[in-house]
């Protein structure tokens, strides 16, 4: 069972200075869960989350989470900016990108922020567009071929495929890039890899970390170089579904420390810091978006129309992903209508649950669509001209901040030329 952390008289009161649809995050939430994440991974001195910023580009949330003693991982210029607007420097920025507009490295490399290559080529383009290499540089890292979980009770899983994913350098490349950057200057190196997205496993990091730990000791001893860092990027997943089990980052933070102990410490490299990168992990339970049943219709299948659409929340349209729903004060009430639940796009795809069992469902019914806290709003779009919604943030005190106001008209209409 899932709860919202708003009941329906809050959900009303904001309604009433804020319409539906809007986005709306528990601070409560988001602090207790980044708390734990850093209890989980205490035992490493160097340990830093760097907030994946695509998941959630809004500077309240990033001050926030900067609070709390997490950097930013940034993908691009305006992210990069936004971090400095919200008073991130210097290494507290990781930058992984790929494709990378040259600028970009410049831009992050003025912000003394980590730039994490994704490619062997970069080390020619860093180093031609920067007139230098930085002294602290991270390497992406693609094992290729599938990346196979073994521990689970069906058997063998297969979570994901990094030999068909554009990122990343192979193992040799990985060794090259190293050599060529220390040839030019580069003093301290990370290794990066990001092999499976949503993962439910408490296996998945320490099964990725065997992987890096062994590869940092090998490319350390063939190159010579100093691995500073270990970088487990993001990847840990949430339980979308209320029958899923959620992960427990108590469990995962103490098996990475096994085979940090079993690994890095036997070859001297006791030093090595760790980072991750995550960003669903981080936020996406403590998002709402918060919606209004504003029509029903009855055809062939059993419709409620609310007043957000895909343009507020893309998952279900692109992935088919579930996002579990609640109508606000029927909490207790019995699930025995069937619905597909859709917004206004004209797109059939734009349904953010079909055929879900949920109460009776009354015009002004106030829904909750959970989960949405990370890649939600931040994937939004103006499709069929619709607007982007507020963001608002659930205080600890149970008062209401803006941190992102609604767009109008006026935005859509701002870069048109007439
Ligand atoms: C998207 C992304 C993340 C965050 O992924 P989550 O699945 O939200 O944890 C971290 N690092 C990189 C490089 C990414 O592209």
């Known amino acids: 069972m899932k709860t919202p952390f708003i009941t329906l008289e809050q959900a009303l009161t904001i309604r009433q200075t804020y319409p539906t649809p809007f ?144 990122y990343g350098m192979t193992r040799p490349q990985l060794a090259q890039a190293f050599t060529k950057l220390r040839e030019l200057g580069t003093k301290h190196f990370g290794i990066h890899a990001f092999l499976a997205s949503n993962t439910l496993s408490n296996e998945y990091y320490p099964a990725l970390a065997r992987i890096l730990f062994q590869t940092a ?66 936020l996406a339970p403590y998002g709402h978006l918060v919606t209004t049943a504003v029509h029903e219709k009855h055809i062939y299948k059993e419709y409620i129309g609310v007043d957000a659409s895909a343009a507020n929340l893309m998952r279900p349209a692109i992935y088919g992903a579930y996002h579990h729903i609640t109508v606000l004060g029927k909490e207790n009430a019995a699930q025995n209508h069937q619905y597909d639940v859709v917004g206004s796009l004209c797109e059939n795809s734009d349904k953010f649950a079909i055929d879900r069992m949920l109460p009776k469902i009354d015009k002004g019914d106030v829904l909750v669509i959970h989960d949405t806290g990370a890649h939600g709003f931040s994937m939004g779009y103006n499709y069929n001209g619709k607007l982007r919604s507020a963001e608002l943030l659930l205080k600890e005190d149970g008062s209401v901040e803006l941190m992102r106001r609604a767009e109008t008209p006026d935005d859509y209409f701002a870069t048109l030329i007439w």
């Open 217 to 282: 000791v090998e490319v350390a001893e063939e190159t010579g170089c100093h691995v500073a860092f270990i970088n487990l990027s993001g990847g840990v997943g949430i339980p979308y579904r209320p029958d899923q089990p959620a992960n427990d980052i108590q469990v995962i933070g103490e098996e990475v420390r096994r085979a940090y102990e079993k690994i890095l410490t036997p070859a001297g490299m006791d030093d090595v810091a760790i980072y991750t990168e995550l960003g669903r992990f981080m």
């Open 23 to 166: 986005h709306i995050y528990d601070e409560r939430g988001i602090r207790d869960n980044a708390r734990a994440l850093k209890a989980a991974f205490a035992w490493n001195p160097g340990f830093k989350e760097y907030f994946a910023v695509k998941a959630t580009p809004t500077p309240g949330i990033l001050k926030l989470l900067g609070e709390e003693g997490c950097g930013v991982d940034c993908s691009s210029l305006t992210e990069l900016m936004m971090s400095e607007r919200c008073g991130f420097r210097g290494q507290d920025i990781m930058f992984s990108s790929n494709e990378t507009p040259l600028e970009e490295f410049v831009m992050a490399d003025k912000l003394g922020a980590v730039i994490n290559l994704d490619d062997l080529t970069h080390v020619d383009c860093l180093k031609e567009t920067l007139g230098r290499v930085p002294e602290t540089v991270c390497c992406r890292f693609n094992p290729g071929g599938a990346f196979v979980l073994g521990k689970s009770d069906e058997g063998f899983q297969v979570m994901d495929n990094p030999g068909q994913a554009k």
